[in-house]
């Protein structure tokens, strides 16, 4: 199983990227889905997630700017971020918990390999 993670870049503050983690190999389904950031010298730190169910999660930093979403028949999942801010800047990983078989009820935690993202002017 793979996750591979694209869509990042250069944008200015106020501008918007749309990442998108895009799951492969063997999967029987896909369970909590999530984003993380890692910014210089600091921890990765969760900015959203999302249940098989639709139900997201936010860090408060990015609550009502960012949208976390995922398209199960595709077995991806985005992150819309809009009104970035400088301090957004980062390398942001997905990352999924995936059940390989029917019975791989618990199912098994992925990283994608992180995809940067630079908000300046």
């Known amino acids: 199983v793979q996750l591979q993670a694209s869509g990042g870049g250069l944008v200015p503050p106020g501008g918007s990227l749309r990442l998108s983690c895009a799951a492969s190999?063997?999967?029987?389904?896909?369970?909590?889905m999530a984003w993380y950031h890692q910014a210089p010298g600091k921890q990765r730190e969760l900015v959203a997630a999302i249940t098989s169910a639709g139900a997201t999660n936010y860090a408060d930093s990015v609550k009502g700017r960012f949208t976390i979403s995922r398209d199960n028949a595709k077995d991806t999942g985005y992150l819309q971020m809009n009104n970035l801010k400088p301090e957004d800047t980062a390398v942001y990983y997905c990352n999924a918990r995936i059940r390989a078989y029917y019975s791989d009820f618990g199912g098994s935690p992925y990283w994608g390999q992180g995809t940067q993202v630079t908000v300046s002017s």
């Open positions: 190999g063997s999967i029987y389904s896909i369970n909590d």
